[in-house]
């Protein structure tokens, strides 16, 4: 079955640290994107890739990093630099520029620092 | 500026009762989702929708492209029904989000 995986579904890492989140998708789609979610607020975009070996900032993408070497992987690092990284992440693909576009959405990652 | 808009923002009902949550966006879309999101964080995609209207079993959704409005409604509402739903136009290269609703049905 399609779909898109990422893991861990919870991660604990130390004040400092970088932890790096993956995405793998199976629907050859092409776009990919990183969201945040904190508590009562709106999923808000961090990166996303329209195809390989390019990605664009969202608005929040200070303190987070991205690569997409593959069609299939769109991993998220976030960075010692990030301020406060507590939060859910959640990765989702699409198609881009076909009308009618469905997305499909990950498990998401909650990620705990300490 | 929020390009989404839902209300309401929190909703409690008794099991059976007839439900809406409302979604209206400032952006031009190609698409917009309904999405649900259970304690825990995963979100599921309930319905994907371009115009008019689609229908899955007890859950059912709206479009009105010229309004720029979209509702979701969940007719005889079960306490399996309680999560957080989202809306979710996409423009063709990005999504928006609303913030959400979350519902709670009493059984």
């Known amino acids: 079955d399609g779909g898109i995986t990422q893991s861990p579904k919870y991660l604990f890492r130390k004040e400092g640290q970088n932890v790096t989140l993956s995405c793998e998708q199976n629907?050859?789609?092409?776009?990919m994107y990183w969201y945040r979610q904190d508590p009562g607020q709106g999923l808000r975009l961090i990166y996303y890739?329209?195809?390989?070996?390019?990605?664009q900032k969202g608005d929040i993408a200070e303190g987070y990093s991205v690569s997409r070497e593959k069609k299939e992987s769109f991993p998220l690092t976030v960075t010692s630099a990030q301020k406060n990284p507590t939060a859910f992440y959640l990765c989702?693909?699409?198609?881009?520029?076909?009308?009618?576009?469905?997305?499909?959405f990950g498990q998401g990652t909650r990620l705990t620092v300490v | 500026k929020n390009e989404v808009e839902q209300s309401p923002q929190n909703l409690t009902a008794q099991e059976g009762e007839f439900i809406t949550i409302n979604c209206s966006y400032s952006?031009?879309?190609?698409?917009l989702h309904w999405l649900q999101q259970h304690p825990g964080g995963g979100i599921v995609s309930l319905f994907m929708l371009s115009s008019g209207k689609k229908k899955h079993g007890r859950l059912i959704a709206t479009i009105n492209i010229q309004e720029k409005h979209s509702s979701l409604h969940i007719t005889a509402s079960h306490p399996r029904d309680s999560a957080v739903y989202i809306c979710a136009p996409y423009t063709g290269n990005q999504f928006y989000f609303g913030t959400g609703t979350s519902l709670t049905v009493i059984p």
């Open positions: 952006v031009g879309i190609s698409a």
């Open positions: 890739s329209q195809i390989v070996n390019d990605f």
């Open positions: 989702a693909s699409s198609w881009t520029g076909r009308p009618n576009t469905e997305a499909f």
């Open positions: 629907l050859n789609h092409d776009a």
